[in-house]
């Protein structure tokens, strides 16, 4: 469940989940911007006015070409042969001035300035059996609209449903499939604050109807939230303020019956705060990773000589020093019951700024976390993985290439065959360095991928996502490991 490099990213490389909390030693900082103006709506000749804002794989629409490189790039991925990415939004660009002549008055003409649109934002995605699902958020109108987008597994095709329009700066939906429905989950916030709309998207590639269930609030905003599937049921988890401390509550659903009343309990400690929880399937429940802030120990000022005063730092420390957190690690059941103590996955005085969880093949786990070591307030930090094995035991995966960068890691397994996991994550200079996990896993670039994003896997083929002005194009490629 990843955040993407469309509208600049306006949540930088995580969720801003720890405001002026004592959370903010995990140092997950973001900053969410958006230009004023609305987008315009437009549709393809394929759609109906029900979907409105995907351009099909039969228009005239030009390739996932790859982005303005420093340099050369080894290319070891190709594009899939279809005419056209599918695209989400419109391709608009800031309109030049008339000129770049003052007016009368010597200042400038106010009409040479146009407000760039709202750039789409992706959300999640994932495989189903036929092709790729993903969610988004676009402005419609002057409002900000969910949406969920069913693609054909080669992205030549697909439809656009729109779930309403959302308030407060949200993120996109979280979603997972049950049958040919789609369960979502829809931030949004109300008078009270945060808030989360549950709905199911019935027989969402053919007629697609919405309905909507219960609500669920005193959600805190900001905060990522983590949705999975297993059996009949799936399981919610969230970050909510309670008695003064962040904590992580979950919730069972079941998809059948959204109108029921949904008890969340509490599932992180009580006494620390803890938020962006994660969930993976496993057999017979689910894996839970969250972050766990730590108290900053206080930096001690040098000795001063005799008879003076000093207020200098010892060297090496720091009147901003973050402190520091931890990963945590449990298991669940199906009904969300936690089954095992929390497995703390990261050494001590580590910083993790971000995370990302993924089930493993052997039924353990994969974490891959961004660490930060370097100056507080910088951007990203080295990346790691460690595989937590079915009996609790884990190690560190030696991770070879660029592991300096920005923003969360991805992992992505493949749905089709969950023994392929490829890992991604933002590097140096705009390029993406990823790889399948592997024995000996190398992280490279690819000339293809640069500038865009990695988000979904099936059948040995990855989706791929570019920025392409307010728009968003979608297209699969083959990659060698």
């Not at 709905?199 to 007629?207: E, K, M, W």
């Not at 905003?221 to 008695?243: K, M």
Request: glycine content about 12%; some cysteine; aromatic content about 4%.
């Amino acid at each position: 469940m990843h955040k993407l490099r469309l509208s600049s990213w306006r949540r930088s490389v995580t969720q801003c989940v720890f405001v002026a909390l004592p959370l903010c030693a995990v140092g997950l900082l973001a900053c969410k911007k958006k230009p004023p103006a609305p987008l315009p709506i437009q549709e393809s000749a394929e759609e109906s006015a029900e979907f409105p804002g995907a351009a099909s794989g039969s228009a005239a629409l030009p390739g996932l070409s790859p982005s303005p490189s420093q340099g050369p790039v080894a290319t070891r991925c190709r594009e899939l042969p279809h005419s056209s990415p599918f695209r989400i939004g419109d391709v608009v660009t800031p309109r030049a001035g008339k000129d770049n002549a003052d007016t009368e008055d010597g200042g400038p003409d106010e009409d040479d300035e146009v407000p760039d649109p709202y750039a789409v934002e992706l959300g999640p995605a994932r495989a189903d059996a036929d092709g790729f699902v993903l969610s988004a958020l676009r402005t419609l109108k002057g409002q900000s609209h969910a949406l969920l987008a069913l693609l054909a597994d080669d992205a030549g095709s697909g439809k656009v449903v729109d779930l309403g329009a959302v308030h407060g700066d949200p993120d996109p939906p979280l979603f997972v499939t049950h049958g040919k429905d789609v369960l979502v989950v829809t931030p949004d916030t109300d008078a009270g604050g945060g808030m989360l709309k549950l709905g199911l998207v019935h027989d969402a590639r053919g007629s697609a109807e919405v309905h909507w269930g219960t609500e669920l609030s005193g959600v805190r905003r900001d905060s990522t939230i983590a949705l999975e599937a297993s059996g009949e049921h799936a399981f919610l988890a969230y970050a909510a303020d309670s008695a003064g401390k962040i904590r992580v509550f979950g919730a069972s659903i079941d998809p059948s019956n959204l109108k029921q009343k949904i008890t969340p309990e509490a599932l992180s400690a009580i006494g620390a705060d803890a938020d962006s929880p994660r969930l993976a399937v496993r057999k017979g429940g689910y894996w839970l990773a969250l972050l766990r802030a730590l108290d900053a120990p206080k930096a001690k000022p040098k000795p001063a000589p005799p008879g003076e005063s000093s207020t200098d730092l010892a060297e090496g420390d720091s009147l901003l020093d973050i402190g520091t957190g931890r990963i945590e690690l449990m298991k669940l059941d199906a009904q969300g019951k936690p089954v095992s103590s929390a497995l703390v996955v990261t050494a001590p005085g580590a910083r993790p700024m971000s995370l990302d969880l993924a089930a493993a093949a052997d039924g353990g786990a994969y974490v891959g976390f961004r660490g930060d070591d370097s100056t507080p307030g910088a951007d990203g930090g080295a990346l790691e993985l460690v595989h937590v094995k079915p009996d609790g035991s884990f190690e560190k995966v030696a991770l070879a290439g660029e592991l300096e960068g920005t923003g969360t890691p991805s992992l992505l397994v493949d749905s089709v065959d969950p023994s392929k996991l490829w890992l991604s994550a933002a590097g140096q200079n705009g390029a993406t360095w990823f790889g399948r996990l592997s024995e000996h896993s190398t992280l490279a670039p690819d000339g293809l991928v640069r500038g865009g994003d990695l988000i979904a896997a099936r059948a040995g083929r990855l989706l791929l996502s570019r920025t392409n002005g307010t728009a968003a194009d979608l297209g699969v490629i083959q990659c060698s490991d």
